[in-house]
């Protein structure tokens, strides 16, 4: 029975009992992990001490716990509470962003798989919710982060198809089932089909990511809304991943169009 210690943040809860939860944490070095925090609930001096008072959604701590084989839960000891992420309590623009992240981790990431670059780009992005000026930035700069630690970096200067270089357009069009940018036309009805058209502002946008600028320390020099649409992109684009719609992404989606 392995035992395990680790930064790690809350991506899913669910109350098991009165005292006990079940959750989903995001881990620095052990991946996802699911597991079962027995007691974590009770008010007990003991219990206090072990679980700070409870675990939260979208909170920070160091965990202790225990894997075992026979079973898919490890079994959580410990939970120190390291940072609450009070301004996600406060704002709800920046609590719905921060849950459209912890859905997006929990869908893309497997149990036990270590992806620390994600787990640094989620605590980067939770502490840069504080600045409502940062958030489009900020989510930009996270969903770049997953996408590309899980094999999913989008082509954006070459065609998808065909590998030859892309001319510079007003509006290009991107195929989610290629992965990227591809030659040719875009028909109305063919978004449904995950390809869409895309301004070239928007392109500007991502092809800066791509080429290593954080979005979130330099100030990127394009119109916020193009900032906006290049993130609808990569959440519409994560969509056709999974193929399906994750409850939080409309949070991202609004105003598309």
Request: hydrophobic content about 40%; overall charge positive; some cysteine.
């Given at each position: 029975m392995p035992r395990f210690k680790d930064q790690a943040i809350c991506i899913r809860l669910l109350d098991w009992s009165e005292t006990s939860q079940i959750v989903a944490l995001l881990?620095?070095?052990?991946?996802?992990?699911?597991g079962l925090a027995k007691g974590s609930k009770r008010t007990s001096p003991g219990a206090v001490a072990r679980f700070?008072?409870?675990?939260e959604l979208l909170t920070l701590g160091q965990v202790v716990g225990v894997t075992k084989p026979s079973t898919e839960l490890a079994t959580l000891t410990e939970w120190d509470l390291q940072n609450p992420y009070w301004h996600l309590r406060r704002d709800l623009a920046?609590?719905?962003?921060?849950?459209?992240?912890?859905?997006?981790?929990?869908?893309?990431?497997?149990?036990?798989?270590?992806?620390?670059?994600?787990?640094?780009?989620?605590?980067?992005?939770?502490?840069?919710?504080?600045?409502?000026?940062?958030h489009q930035a900020a989510l930009l700069a996270f969903q770049w982060q997953l996408l590309e630690d899980c094999g999913y970096r989008p082509q954006?200067?070459?065609?998808?198809?065909?590998g030859e270089p892309l001319a510079e357009q007003r509006a290009y069009t991107f195929d989610a089932r290629?992965?990227?940018?591809v030659a040719g036309g875009h028909q109305a009805s063919?978004?449904?089909?995950?390809?869409?058209?895309?301004?070239?502002?928007?392109i500007r946008v991502l092809r800066a990511v791509a080429g290593g600028v954080d979005p979130v320390s330099v100030e990127l020099p394009f119109d916020p809304?193009?900032?906006?649409?290049?993130?609808?992109?990569?959440?519409?684009?994560?969509?056709?991943?999974?193929?399906?719609q994750l409850p939080t992404m409309p949070f991202v989606l609004k105003g598309q169009g």
């Amino acid at each position: 029975m392995p035992r395990f210690k680790d930064q790690a943040i809350c991506i899913r809860l669910l109350d098991w009992s009165e005292t006990s939860q079940i959750v989903a944490l995001l881990t620095q070095q052990h991946g996802k992990i699911r597991g079962l925090a027995k007691g974590s609930k009770r008010t007990s001096p003991g219990a206090v001490a072990r679980f700070s008072g409870g675990i939260e959604l979208l909170t920070l701590g160091q965990v202790v716990g225990v894997t075992k084989p026979s079973t898919e839960l490890a079994t959580l000891t410990e939970w120190d509470l390291q940072n609450p992420y009070w301004h996600l309590r406060r704002d709800l623009a920046a609590q719905r962003l921060g849950l459209y992240a912890a859905d997006l981790a929990g869908a893309f990431l497997a149990d036990h798989d270590p992806h620390p670059k994600v787990f640094d780009a989620l605590q980067a992005f939770l502490e840069a919710l504080a600045e409502p000026a940062r958030h489009q930035a900020a989510l930009l700069a996270f969903q770049w982060q997953l996408l590309e630690d899980c094999g999913y970096r989008p082509q954006l200067q070459r065609d998808a198809r065909s590998g030859e270089p892309l001319a510079e357009q007003r509006a290009y069009t991107f195929d989610a089932r290629t992965g990227g940018l591809v030659a040719g036309g875009h028909q109305a009805s063919s978004a449904r089909r995950g390809v869409w058209r895309v301004r070239h502002e928007t392109i500007r946008v991502l092809r800066a990511v791509a080429g290593g600028v954080d979005p979130v320390s330099v100030e990127l020099p394009f119109d916020p809304e193009a900032v906006a649409r290049a993130n609808r992109l990569l959440c519409v684009y994560a969509r056709a991943i999974l193929d399906r719609q994750l409850p939080t992404m409309p949070f991202v989606l609004k105003g598309q169009g």
